[in-house]
């Protein structure tokens, strides 16, 4: 089965595309029909002429420049703050005198496009832009552009607004972003049925048609991927990474909500916690200071909060299994852990404990965690609860600090607060909890 490929429009977003592109080049997923708008019409392009290498090569080498004409004083001035100034002055007087010069966009277009490899491949290409002389939208295929105007189309589709209009045959053309920035309907035209989404977040009109006859999957962008015209080659570098991760999850060969775990029997960290059981949750509830059995309004507002931050990392039914999933990648974002990278659930829990034990032998943590328990060992609840409001903070430091079960009841009193202000926190300090005892019981079994 071939799918089709819509690519959403984004600008500097576009390095995405590539990563997508990379992702299903090595699942070996067939494209039949590639769509785009803007940079997805140019990266579109790059794929129906199977130039993955250049595409790699173009996104990890662009800066502005590479697609904006700049003024030379701007490239002369010799102090940083002043380039910044002077640029962004003159990118603002070059929109009003009636857009910025994509000169360099055009120069690079025609020397990476090759229309005859286009028409010639199998692979079926369209586009959208929108010609401002007829005030309408143009949504063309290949076929349907006159021979030696398909990178005249190409530039016309990427003509953001903020860009000098590209004409074609006397006719004023801007970026179709203003019309369809994410062409499905394309697709529909020519019956394909199953097909793939790219949405970057890119700005534009988006139009909403449901099709109930298509398989639809939708990859859309799970970080903010910058702005739309901040051509950056590190920051492309680092949206090509999460637009392959990004489609590996997708097609399921990595799980998780926010980072990226190999799905291969997860055995669900095994080694360090195992299965949670009806003891655990007693547990739960006995570090938080609540009685088993005997729910109170109190109780179910705290377990309420911290059941709705787990089921948020679960999207699917809370199962014992999902539940640690979800608990190991609560706690390894509250510690701040690289989320770029891909891991064995094991190996994120065991870098979960060593970044906890970490903190808890850093100077700073003991500086924070003292003035932590004065306020916390206040024999005045009223006191302690507004105070705590001026406390900083610091969400390592708060799910480092005091992890075991049995503590006494000012410590149960803090975390019931943090429950219901930071339930995050609370979650990542019992997950805490739970390994800190899994490990002591493996030390004591021998």
Known sequence: MAYGLVLGGGGAKGGYEIGVWKALRELNIPICAVCGTSVGALNGALIVQDEFDKAIEIWTSITMDTVIKLEGEIAA??????????????????????????????MLIDEVVDEDKIRNSDIDFGLVTFSLSDFKPVEVFKEEIPYGKLKDYLLASACFPAFKPHEIDNKKFIDGGVYNNIPVSMMRKKGIKDIIVVDVSGIGVTQRTKYK????????????LGRTLSFDSEKSKINIEVGYLDTLKVFNKLTGYKYYIKNNNLNLGSKYIGRLNTEDLKNLYKFLGLEWGRPNKSSKLIIDKILRVIQQYSPSNLTADSVILAMAEITAEQLSIERRRVYELDELIEKIYNTYIDIKTSSDFN???????????SKNEIEF???MKKVYMEAKFLLSFSPGMEEGEEIKRFRRLLAVFMPK???ANLFISLLIQRKNMEVTNG
């Open 77 to 106: 001035s010799q102090e940083r703050e002043n380039k910044i100034t002077n640029k962004i002055r003159n990118i603002k007087a070059a929109i009003k005198s009636g857009g910025l010069d994509v000169t360099p966009l055009k």
């Open 213 to 224: 006859d298509c398989n639809i999957i939708k990859i859309k962008n799970s970080e903010d």
């Open 367 to 377: 500086e924070y965690v003292n003035g932590l328990k004065k306020l916390i060992l």
């Open 385 to 387: 609860d507004r105070e």
């Open 425 to 427: 926190v609370v979650v």
